[in-house]
């Protein structure tokens, strides 16, 4: 059993908004404190085009204010440990957690933070076209609808600033509101409104989307005539865009008869945040309350902080225990988790200036200070721009650590190009990357180089094993450089390619390979295809990646 011995005075269960900004109370309070988070940091922010009322930001991207959140946490000396809480076992003073690995966490007091996931409409088609034109990230997959026709369906915040946001990709978009208006505040609706690309249907609902490969009809009802309407693909058009955002539902379905919940799965806390269990609190969109904002998020999270903190002292004083003992090592820094900061506009145009700014520049010298082999950036091009564009980003990388050298290779016949490929004592690693792996991407290039040029990222053992065992595999993944979820599975797979030669893991910039999409008919990342098989889309873990690998070599 991991850390058997070893006991936190709080564990915070995920980090999104309320469990960063609990994990920053809790730090700064010394608390000895572990957030543990199964999937992306950050949470459904991260999936929010921009963020426009949040208190003393007129503007930000969803994902740079996380990252921004996620190094107060890593200031505070707050561990973040990447796994998912399985079981729970609230008996007692101390509580007990186990996670998807196999691991078991102790912790005097526990925060829930598991927040919520979007909510399915439930129209024919949904599941069946999902990543086929149905998505549910309009910064993740907007881009991939670009000059395409794009349905929103919902009627609320997200929607609204959703539907604005998508009309820089979309030629045109339509709003599908269920009432006769929209249920949020109306300078957020005019976000929506006022948008001259942007029409709205009242009372209209999506009964279906049907098509080929991919969503080429959908039917609409507005539910006061009854009258239907059937939308085709535009011609010339291969598909259109159904983006919902329809609410969501919390993620306590693993917590069901642990704590008090409403009918919904809502848990209910008092002021406090406090649940009916002793030790026990919650925290942000997974709780009770009328408004769900990243804003009262935070607060919830400060207050079940403060809250776990004062039960937490009260408890040891009980058991004559030092308030303060020594806490664990300090949260990982860049190279040793799955994240590298990046700017706050991950857009990527036609470059001019410097690549990087200067607070990466002082995230790489940590990372490539750790390196202890040379790793040649081995360029692939075909005489475009974008080559020239991918070789100058290459030389200001390269120029960061005298670990790295540049050199120019040839490529074969089916390469995607122009590419990157890391080489380590002149074999190639099996890390590739086709397009510039700028935006998101970078933590990807960053954690590659670290893994290949040094002992690397921990891997459970059990799973090391596994990937050794794997026969020659050939995995792609397509990604849009705007994506949050992108990078967590581009590093897995090229996790696995740095341990066994056989692998070979290739992330591909969908907007560079739009024959690639139309092959594979990919509207939604990231999109990961083994050894030529059937694309796997959405977040994945190194264990389901694995095993996906282990199934296409059988």
Same mark, same amino acid.
């Given at each position: ?35 543990l988070e199964g999937d992306n940091v950050g949470g459904q922010v991260t999936t929010t085009s921009v963020v426009y009322n949040y208190p003393a930001v007129e503007k930000v991207d969803g994902t740079a204010l996380m990252n921004k ?207 009916? %269990? &002793?030790?026990?609190? !919650? *925290?942000? @969109?997974?709780?009770?309350?009328? #408004? $769900?904002? /990243? ?17 937490v002292t009260a408890q040891k004083q009980r058991l004559g225990i030092p308030i303060h003992e020594n806490k664990t090592q300090p949260a990982q820094t860049v190279g040793q988790t799955s994240s590298v900061a990046t700017s706050d506009?991950?857009s990527v145009t036609k470059h001019e200036g410097k690549w990087l700014s200067d607070d990466i520049v002082k995230q790489l010298n940590v990372v490539f200070g750790r390196l202890k082999k040379d790793v040649t950036l081995e360029l ?25 050298? %540049? &050199?120019?290779?040839? !490529? *074969?016949? @089916?390469?995607?190009?122009?590419? #990157? $490929?890391? /080489? ?110 059937? %694309? ?19």
């Amino acid at each position: 059993m991991a850390e058997k011995e070893h006991i936190y005075d709080v564990a915070i269960i995920g980090a999104g908004p309320a469990g960063l900004s609990a994990g920053i109370y809790a730090g700064r309070a010394t608390l000895d404190t572990l957030i543990l988070e199964g999937d992306n940091v950050g949470g459904q922010v991260t999936t929010t085009s921009v963020v426009y009322n949040y208190p003393a930001v007129e503007k930000v991207d969803g994902t740079a204010l996380m990252n921004k959140m996620q190094q107060q946490v890593a200031d505070f000396g707050v561990k973040i440990d990447h796994d998912q809480v399985t079981k729970f076992d609230f008996d007692g003073d101390v509580k007990k957690l186990t996670t998807k690995s196999g691991k078991t966490y102790l912790a005097r007091a526990v925060i829930i933070a598991t927040g919520a996931n979007p909510r399915k409409v439930g129209f024919k088609g949904e599941d069946e076209f999902r990543g086929r034109g149905v998505a549910y990230c309009s910064t993740c997959d907007g881009e991939l609808f670009s000059g395409l026709q794009i349905f929103v369906v919902g009627g609320g915040y997200a929607a609204a600033e959703e539907a604005d946001y998508l009309t820089r990709f979309g030629k045109h978009v339509t709003v599908l509101v269920r009432a006769d208006r929209f249920h949020c505040p109306s300078l957020i609706a005019a976000r929506a409104l006022n948008n001259p690309k942007v029409s709205v249907k009242y009372n209209t609902e999506l009964e279906s989307v049907s098509g080929d490969d991919y969503v080429q009809e959908a039917t609409l009802v507005n539910n006061k005539s009854g009258e239907k309407t059937v939308y085709h693909v535009d011609d010339g058009d291969q598909t259109f865009g159904v983006f919902v955002y329809v609410g969501t539902v919390p993620a306590t379905k693993s917590l069901k008869g642990l704590v008090d919940m409403d009918d919904r799965g809502y848990i209910k806390t008092d002021e406090n945040c406090a649940t009916n %269990v &002793k030790g026990v609190y !919650a *925290a942000g @969109d997974v709780i009770v309350k009328p #408004l $769900r904002q /990243i804003i009262t998020a935070a607060a919830d999270g400060a207050t079940a902080a403060t809250a776990a903190e004062k039960y937490v002292t009260a408890q040891k004083q009980r058991l004559g225990i030092p308030i303060h003992e020594n806490k664990t090592q300090p949260a990982q820094t860049v190279g040793q988790t799955s994240s590298v900061a990046t700017s706050d506009d991950s857009s990527v145009t036609k470059h001019e200036g410097k690549w990087l700014s200067d607070d990466i520049v002082k995230q790489l010298n940590v990372v490539f200070g750790r390196l202890k082999k040379d790793v040649t950036l081995e360029l692939l091009e075909d005489g475009s721009q974008k080559s020239q564009e991918l070789e100058s980003f290459i030389d200001e990388v390269a120029s960061y650590s005298d670990k790295l050298t %540049v &050199k120019k290779g040839q !490529a *074969a016949s @089916d390469d995607y190009l122009p590419q #990157l $490929r890391l /080489i380590v004592d002149g074999q190639d690693t099996g890390l590739h990357y086709a397009g510039i792996p700028t935006g998101h991407e970078m933590s990807s290039l960053v954690l590659g180089i670290y893994n290949v040029g040094s002992a690397g990222q921990q891997v459970d053992p059990s799973l090391v094993e596994r990937i050794k065992a794997l026969p020659a595999t050939k995995i792609q993944i397509g990604v849009s450089l705007t994506c949050h979820f992108c990078p967590d599975v581009v590093a897995a797979c090229q996790r696995m390619a740095s341990l066994n030669p056989k692998v070979s893991a290739t992330m591909i910039d969908l907007a560079d390979y739009p024959q690639l999409r139309k092959e594979k008919k990919v509207m939604s990342v990231p999109a990961t295809m083994v050894n030529g098989g059937p %694309v796997i889309f959405g977040s994945q873990s190194l264990e389901q990646l694995l095993s996906a690998c282990e199934k296409a070599a059988k």
